[in-house]
C-alpha cells in the first residue's frame, strides 16, 4: 500500500518523480485521510496533517516511491446564466441552499441536480449541461462550512 504524507502543489515538482495517477472528484479532492485507488490499481492511503483542498496536477509524496499526480475527474454539473434574471438573483437563491458554487465571469456552475435546476428556469434563469471537473469557491473563510 501506498502511503502519502503531503502534497507538493502543481508545477513544484519533477514530473520524472510520478510514479502513478489518481482521478478524483471534487468531494475526494478534499480531505484529509482517505483510502483510494489509484488508476493503476493500487491502494493509497491518504494521510495528510490537515485536510487539503487538492487541484489538478497536485503531487501525493508516497515517501521515497514517488509521486501520484492528482487528477480532476469530470462531474456532471450546470452552468447557469442570468437569462431573464440577473445572476445575482441567482447567486443568492443558491447560496440560500448552501449549495457549492463554481463563479465565472458571465455564469455559475453547479453540480447537477434537476430540483436546482427547475428553480432556475422558474426564477428564468437559463441552465446548459456540462461535463468537467469541478472547481466550487473554498468560502469566505478558506474551507466554507458545513451544517451537520
Do not use: K
Amino acid at each position: 500500500m501506498l502511503h502519502a504524507t503531503h502534497r507538493m502543489l502543481a508545477g513544484q515538482w519533477p514530473s520524472d518523480q510520478e510514479v502513478g495517477t489518481v482521478t478524483l472528484d471534487w468531494d475526494s479532492r478534499h480531505r484529509r485521510r482517505f483510502r483510494l485507488d489509484t488508476d493503476q490499481g493500487e491502494t493509497l492511503l491518504l494521510d495528510l496533517p490537515a485536510a487539503l483542498r487538492l487541484g489538478q496536477d497536485d503531487g501525493l509524496v508516497v515517501g521515497d516511491s514517488g509521486i501520484v499526480r492528482v487528477i480532476a475527474a469530470e462531474e456532471d454539473l450546470l452552468e447557469i446564466r442570468a437569462g431573464e434574471t440577473g445572476l445575482a438573483r441567482l447567486a443568492y437563491h443558491l447560496g440560500n441552499r448552501h449549495l457549492l458554487v463554481e463563479i465565472c465571469a458571465e455564469c455559475l456552475i453547479i453540480r447537477a441536480d434537476p430540483v436546482i435546476e427547475d428553480m432556475v428556469l422558474v426564477l428564468g434563469g437559463a441552465v446548459q449541461p456540462l461535463r468537467r471537473p469541478f472547481s466550487p469557491e473554498s468560502g469566505a473563510y478558506g474551507g466554507g462550512h458545513r451544517h451537520e
